[in-house]
């Protein structure tokens, strides 16, 4: 197999504008928690192909909306998430449900404001929100300036075969025990691709995964989307096992689970005892924003099995958490300084399957939305 992405979509600016624009402002995006966002006022805030985007609970509806005021374009929501009416922090524009500000201080003196239908002209531009059980997503709406090409796609037809796992382990989660952000000097989509396979295990994670002997190449593809499913070590599967069991976790799963959701998330589990969750922000060609958040899975035990269940857990994914993404990021950055010199294109195993495949569904992504301006191969 050969990779199928031209090399120069991993440094190029002009790459980096058509992938904002045909893959990040046209497909679903990951945005966060619906537990972050359980009660009204709660919001998070995000991104969707470059631009700020916050989500709020309005009354138990979530609605998306751009995070930059219409008044004189403040940010609105400057922290990840909290709790509060969507009021802009500077002159104290308040809006609603439908992102129209219903409470503009010394209106009158506003002479461009003097009826309902004005004000609703300021209304915050709209995204696209939909949930799949506990994970919030969102996209830029028909309005944006992405080329929605497939304005018609529910989250549910985006997801396909993905949908049904993907929503049964956003239900599991229970403590987070580790949270990463990290900038990382290489492409989102070394990043990526890093992620898809573990043929570099052996040499990168020797002291980490390489001692768990995830094996086999049982991957499975749906779409734009693939997963893998591994066996693991024998005492550590039946230890982890005898954990999930006696804090009755609702999601065993036999061995190691890695999903991507196209084309910058990757959940993985093991054995249904944690839950991972990795999202590759672009912030240029040649840098990412790692966000990494490892969840304990929920447990319907008593609280003294809970509280062993932690003590034997928490401290040891977050310790490993921190080791393996120091690692990925050491060869990732690698990659990213080797891309310019090359001058042959590469080479993949049977083991790099999903990466093929990610090349795939990536090249079919951009055509799909550029057919005017293709990515030749460098
Ligand atoms: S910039 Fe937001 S109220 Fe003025
Ligand atoms: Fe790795």
């Not at 998430?81 to 802009?88: A, D, E, Q, S």
């Not at 609703?120 to 300036?145: M, N, S």
């Not at 928490?314 to 891309?339: I, N, P, W, Y």
Request: aromatic share 10%.
């Amino acid at each position: 197999m050969r990779p199928l992405i031209p090399r120069s979509a991993y440094f190029e600016d002009e790459a980096f504008r058509m992938e904002r624009q045909s893959l990040f402002g046209r497909l679903w995006q990951f945005a966060g928690f619906a537990t972050d966002l359980a009660a009204p006022n709660d919001f998070i805030t995000t991104e969707v192909a470059g631009r700020a985007v916050l989500v709020q609970n309005f009354d138990g509806e979530l609605r998306g909306f751009a995070n930059v005021c219409s008044h004189r374009f403040s940010r609105l929501r400057c922290e990840a998430k909290g709790n509060g009416k969507l009021r802009c922090g500077y002159h104290g524009w308040i809006y609603n449900a439908e992102g129209i500000p219903y409470s503009i201080p010394s209106r009158p003196r506003f002479d461009a404001l003097k009826d309902r239908a004005e004000v609703a002209r300021l209304a915050l531009r709209r995204y696209d929100l939909d949930v799949c059980g506990g994970l919030v997503f969102v996209r830029e709406g028909a309005e944006g300036e992405g080329d929605s090409s497939v304005p018609g796609e529910s989250l549910r037809e985006f997801l396909g075969a993905s949908f049904a796992p993907l929503e049964q382990m956003s239900l599991a989660l229970g403590t987070p025990v580790s949270r990463l952000d990290v900038l990382l000097r290489c492409n989102w989509k070394v990043a990526v691709e890093n992620g898809l396979e573990a043929y570099h295990v052996g040499f990168v994670h020797e002291e980490t995964f390489k001692p768990l002997e995830m094996s086999g190449m049982d991957f499975r593809f749906d779409g734009l989307h693939s997963s893998w499913h591994a066996p693991v070590e024998a005492s550590t599967a039946s230890r982890l096992g005898r954990l999930v069991k006696a804090s009755r976790m609702p999601h065993p799963v036999p061995g190691y689970v890695h999903q991507l959701i196209f084309p910058n998330v990757t959940v993985s589990t093991l054995c249904g005892a944690t839950f991972g969750f990795q999202v590759l922000r672009p912030v240029s060609p040649v840098e990412t924003q790692l966000t990494s958040i490892v969840f304990l899975s929920r447990m319907k035990a008593d609280a003294g099995v809970q509280e062993m269940v932690h003590s034997a857990l928490t401290e040891s994914t977050a310790v490993f958490t921190e080791k393996v993404t120091h690692e990925d990021r050491v060869v990732c950055e690698a990659v990213q300084l080797g891309l310019r010199d090359a001058t042959q294109p590469g080479i993949l195993s049977e083991e790099e399957e999903r990466v093929h495949r990610f090349h795939a569904a990536y090249m079919e992504q951009m055509s799909t939305s550029a057919a005017s301006h293709p990515l030749t191969h460098a």
